[in-house]
């Protein structure tokens, strides 16, 4: 079972670049790398997935280098709105309970 | 994606007393999971359901204080019981979708008096 470390919080200003970087040194061959997001009085929200290399959907970019001992959720010009906690899990669902780390609390200011 | 029906979507019970919390999915799913996420705090994992086969429980949590139902692919129930002001939390359900993706329920905020 990967465990993953991440800062606690981070501080941006609207419109720019955000990136949260997770560690995981012990990750496994089988294990993918998942980001999510929760707002307050909800539930997490699936962001972004990767396993190795560089992902890119709509809303974010995921940078995992060759060693997958870390990877880096990339938010493009955030908004007011993309405060939340952003939450870095590690593992594949059929053989790991997805354990959560503490997550990162990203507030934006105008 | 799987959306996910929870409820109630909070309650206010007296000590002592127990809740059933419900899960409702609008697709077929193996493996459903409770989490507990208390005030400011990560979510932790209480129990993995899986349909026809007894709920996996976590170190800490006991089927006794926390009983789980799974009778079909769509649908569980977390039971808090006996409860006491330390189990005030949000309590939230979360199904496997495809792709190693988790998808999760708005949760259960309970306050217990």
């Known amino acids: 079972l990967a465990k993953t470390t991440q800062p606690i919080s981070m501080d941006s200003y609207e419109g720019q670049e955000v990136n949260i970087t997770c560690s995981h040194n012990n990750i496994a061959t089988n294990d993918y790398i998942t980001w999510y997001q929760q707002f307050p009085s909800q539930g997490p929200r699936f962001i972004i997935q990767g396993y190795k290399t560089k992902v890119t959907n709509e809303v974010a970019s995921l940078f995992i280098p060759a060693d997958r001992k870390s990877s880096t959720l990339s938010l493009p010009r955030v908004s007011l709105s993309d405060t939340a906690v952003y939450y870095c899990l590690v593992g594949a669902i059929n053989t790991d309970k997805l354990i959560f780390g503490t997550g990162t609390r990203l507030q934006v200011f105008p | 994606s799987a959306v996910i029906s929870q409820k109630p979507s909070r309650d206010i019970c007296q000590r002592g007393t127990s809740l059933t919390i419900q899960c409702q999915v609008d697709?077929?799913?193996?493996?459903m999971f409770w989490y507990r996420q208390q005030p400011g705090q990560s979510l932790t994992l209480i129990a993995t359901a899986n349909q026809g086969s007894e709920a996996t429980y976590e170190s800490g949590f006991v089927i006794d204080k926390f009983p789980i139902s799974r009778p079909n692919l769509t649908f569980s129930t977390l039971t808090v019981s006996n409860m006491s002001p330390e189990d005030s939390s949000i309590y939230l359900c979360?199904?496997?979708?495809?792709?190693?993706?988790?998808?999760f329920g708005s949760g259960t905020q309970l306050s217990v008096l």
């Open positions: 979360s199904v496997a979708g495809g792709g190693e993706k988790l998808f």
């Open positions: 697709s077929q799913v193996t493996m």
